[in-house]
């Protein structure tokens, strides 16, 4: 894959559990790539703070760890790779969630006429993720709501490995150790892809 630094086109997803790493890591690729960020938490946390309709529909979901609706989230999607800094190429951080929302993001992407290159899955053990997301204290980090995102990202999440690893577009990174070490191992994986 041809990364041209300055004249980026860099389309790829972050796939990894809750606490592995994703928002970290999209941030360096943003400094690294210059291209932005897409998190659908972070759109959807927005939205909540500004108590605009959407974001009070969310809330209750978040809140208990569950996922917002296919539909609002697609449609926060569309609107954010509408915008001309989206263009160039853009980072996915936490979408897609499910098998409806990769369709989806599918269906737009082939309507924009801009493919994934690559979908990068950070991997970080079950115990090591529970641990992080415990000392990381954001308001829905309580233990209950962590077990439910867990549960909620191997039941409808995880299997979107399969679905891309079908797709060739799979590169697997080991979400372990020193973040510019991670970060490194990414931009190995994304430049040897
Ligand atoms: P995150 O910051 O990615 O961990 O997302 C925080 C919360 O926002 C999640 O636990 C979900 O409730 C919601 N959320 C974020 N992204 C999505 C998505 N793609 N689909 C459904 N819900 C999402």
Do not use: C, W
């Not at 809750?18 to 291209?35: F, I």
């Not at 263009?87 to 951080?93: A, K, P, Q, R, Y």
């Amino acid at each position: 894959m041809h990364l041209y630094r300055g004249d980026v086109m860099l389309k790829i997803v972050l796939l990894g559990a809750p606490g592995s790493g994703k928002g970290t890591q999209s941030l360096k690729l943003v400094a690294e790539y210059g291209v932005p960020q897409v998190s659908t938490g972070d759109l959807l946390r927005h939205a909540v703070a500004e108590q605009t309709e959407l974001g009070l529909k969310a809330k209750a979901a978040m809140d208990a760890g569950e996922l917002v609706s296919d539909d609002i989230v697609v449609g926060m999607i569309r609107e954010r790779l509408d915008q001309p800094d989206a263009e160039n190429g853009f980072i996915l951080d936490g979408f897609p969630r499910s098998q409806a929302q990769a369709a989806a993001l599918d269906v737009l992407l082939s309507r924009l006429d801009r493919p994934l290159q690559r979908v990068v899955h950070l991997e970080v053990d079950n115990e090591e993720i529970v641990q992080r997301l415990m000392s990381r204290g954001r308001a829905d980090d309580n233990e209950e709501t962590i077990r439910n995102r867990l549960a909620v990202f191997q039941e409808q999440t995880e299997p979107l490995v399969q679905y891309y690893k079908d797709q060739g577009l799979l590169v697997a990174v080991k979400g372990v150790g020193d973040v510019d070490e991670i970060f490194a191992r990414i931009k190995a994986a994304l430049d040897a892809a």
